[in-house]
């Protein structure tokens, strides 16, 4: 646990809606983000609690794979901080009444509103997104556009955070958005920690438009994941692409090619992101110079890392710091 971070009074609740035909795996991934133990951050007690409801006392999941019951009504998104709403294949079938005013009640008392993948359709038809940005996955774009024409659609993207309502654009862009509320709540250091429990990038810059034609690569290249724990012990140090490359003992073509097919970004974006996730680290341990922060972690000057903070997370380095830093006179050693 970062020194310095506190715990808040009870657990973030989180309710996620299981209407009938939606995706196991979404709902799996809300679980395991938000509702399974995390003793990788050596916490007395949880951040999150999760909880499943659903519109009848049993729903049958996509394809009838099976069908859940013995969870707790629609009622229950009433005490809930996040709503989570996964995605179905049918997602231009209309939802009940019920799910759609459960959806509306929640962010109308100010709950978080979370979609996966074609979830956005349900949020869209309960009014939430009109003159708002969101996503979808990339093959319902079209039907997206053609139903709700007021929601500013952006198909290429992994996910769009509007602060009370984010989307997500397909179902492993799910555990992107999740990570993203991990980093949002609770700071840089936890969302790795989670990251690297579940062997996920903490960071995917790359949208979804390079998974429009050929989502799988026919032949897969060797794992990156060598190299990627070589450059994280050196992100201090002048690394380039063809740094990288020179490493892997590939040509920077092949390397970049490796990146787009295992990690759906570039290595010069991955470099970025992970130097200013250790910025980020940095900054929640206590080290207030800005200069040295950039240094540290690669970012090279105090304008390159308040630019660059600003872009990933939203916030001026002063601001993250008020947010996530330790509390004001505890003694921090970075």
Same mark, same amino acid.
């Given at each position: ?177 999740? &990570?993203?509320?991990?980093? !949002? ?7 790795? @920690?989670?990251? /690297? $429990?579940?062997?996920? +990038? =903490? ?101 390159? &890392?308040?630019?660059?903070? !600003? ?7 002063? @601001?993250?710091? /008020? $947010?996530?830093?330790? +509390? =004001? ?6």
């Amino acid at each position: 646990m970062p020194q310095g971070s506190s715990q808040p009074a009870r657990p973030h609740r989180v309710a996620v809606i299981v209407d009938r035909g939606t995706n196991p795996f979404e709902v799996g991934v809300a679980t395991e983000l938000f509702g399974l133990p995390r003793p990788e951050l050596g916490l007395p007690r949880p951040l999150y609690e999760v909880a499943l409801c659903t519109p009848t006392p049993g729903v049958r999941m996509n394809h009838g794979f099976f069908t859940l019951t013995g969870v707790p009504g629609l009622e229950a998104v009433d005490g809930a901080d996040t709503l989570v709403v996964p995605g179905r294949p049918d997602n231009v079938v209309p939802r009940g009444a019920d799910v759609l005013d459960a959806i509306r009640r929640s962010h109308a008392r100010g709950a978080r509103v979370v979609s996966f993948c074609t979830g956005s359709f349900a949020l869209a038809e309960a009014g939430l997104l009109d003159g708002r940005r969101a996503t979808t996955h990339w093959r319902w774009a079209g039907s997206f556009r053609e139903l709700h024409p007021k929601v500013l659609l952006e198909p290429d993207v992994l996910f769009v955070d509007e602060g009370d309502i984010l989307t997500a654009a397909g179902s492993a862009a799910a555990l992107d958005l999740g &990570l993203h509320i991990w980093r !949002r709540d609770h700071g840089a250091e936890f969302a790795n @920690a989670v990251s /690297r $429990r579940l062997v996920f +990038a =903490t960071h995917r810059d790359g949208g979804q438009r390079q998974f429009v034609e050929r989502p799988v690569p026919d032949t897969p290249d060797e794992s990156l994941a060598p190299l990627l724990a070589w450059a994280q012990e050196r992100l201090g140090e002048a690394l380039t692409v063809a740094d990288l490359a020179a490493r892997a003992a590939v040509s920077p073509a092949t390397l970049h090619r490796r990146f787009r097919a295992q990690l759906g970004t570039t290595p010069l974006a991955w470099l970025t992101g992970e130097r200013v996730a250790l910025a980020c680290r940095l900054i929640e341990r206590g080290e207030e110079r800005l200069d040295v922060v950039a240094a540290r972690s690669g970012l090279g000057t105090a304008a390159n &890392l308040r630019a660059r903070l !600003r872009r990933e997370t939203g916030l001026s380095p002063s @601001a993250y710091r /008020r $947010r996530f830093g330790p +509390a =004001t006179g505890e003694a921090v050693i970075v």
